[in-house]
């Protein structure tokens, strides 16, 4: 459990420190500088304002989905725990998914901001990631939660 509780944290601190990276290595929105009148510096500390609140939701989710899989693979011999498998496999690729859409929306709208004429490539790449991520967290979200109900034996 130790070791597992470690390399959550461990790809947790890597995508954090990737994604803060990117958004302060990237060029600026140009268009956000000039309607606010932002200094190159100041749109960076805005950037890492807004970082923060995403790194918690990130650390909540991977947090989330570790322990629910801790507490699954201790009730794995039980009917339900299947069925919590399924979910805390959703709850992981939900973890995993979020973070790593955001990293690439971050690059996506660095390589917009350099190569405008990219724009519509950029927007359809990241509505296909988020598309394909939620398919597959609703399709074992809907697993679990069938698995768990069968085992209740109620309609």
């Known amino acids: 459990m130790v070791k597992q509780h470690s ?15 990117l958004s302060l290595l990237l060029p600026p929105n140009t268009a956000t500088i000039k309607t606010y009148h932002l200094s190159v510096a100041e749109y960076h500390i805005l950037v890492l304002l807004v970082n923060i609140p995403v790194l918690i939701i990130w650390f909540a989710a991977f947090y989330g989905y570790e322990k629910l899989d801790q507490y699954a693979t201790v009730i794995k011999k039980t009917a339900q725990g299947k069925a919590l498998k399924h979910i805390s496999y959703a709850l992981k690729w ?31 790449i990241k509505h296909y990631a988020s598309l394909l991520l939620s398919l597959v967290v609703f399709t074992y979200i809907s697993r679990g939660s069938r698995a768990l109900l069968d085992s209740t034996k109620a309609r």
């Open 7 to 21: 390399r959550t944290f461990l790809s947790f601190s890597i995508l954090g420190a990737a994604y803060v990276l």
């Open 94 to 124: 939900l973890a995993w998914g979020t973070a790593l859409t955001s990293i690439l929306n971050t690059l996506l709208g660095g390589i917009v901001h350099s190569y405008p004429g990219l724009a519509n490539t950029g927007i359809i």
